[in-house]
Nanobody, 119 residues
Framework: QVQLVESGGGLVQSGGSLRLSCAAS????????LGWYRQAPGKQRELVAS???????KYANSVKGRFTISRDDAKSTVTLQMNSLKPEDTAVYYC?????????????WGQGTQVSVSS
């Protein structure tokens, strides 16, 4: 099992950038697939990015080309670099993990961090 804590959220102007970080503790981080979900009021939960234990990445079409997910297994962290932010990106962002090579389930969740993008 792992515990996940997000940080880095905040308020940014449209076109700006934010870098979200997720720190993990507990079981060996290297055996977990990781990802970032977001949830906005009145909208469906969306998996915006995932990264496998082998560092293969996938992105939602809505963020492709703007967001980058990465992992540092030595530091037990996963990050989401968000560039060219749009008001539509406003949401609570959650770090998620699955004890599997690919993020086909979401066994563990962080508390979430708010990202707000002004127009």
């Amino acid at each position: 099992q792992v515990q996940l804590v997000e940080s880095g959220g905040g308020l940014v102007q449209s076109g700006g950038s934010l870098r979200l970080s997720c720190a993990a503790s507990g079981e060996d981080f290297r055996i977990y697939a990781l990802g970032w979900y977001r949830q906005a009021p009145g909208k469906q939960r969306e998996l915006v990015a995932s990264i496998s234990t082998g560092a293969v990445t996938k992105y939602a079409n809505s963020v492709k080309g703007r967001f980058t997910i990465s992992r540092d297994d030595a530091k037990s962290t996963v990050t989401l670099q968000m560039n060219s932010l749009k008001p539509e990106d406003t949401a609570v962002y959650y770090c998620v993990a699955a004890r599997a090579p690919l993020l086909l389930s979401t066994d563990y969740w962080g508390q979430g961090t708010q990202v707000s993008v002004s127009s």
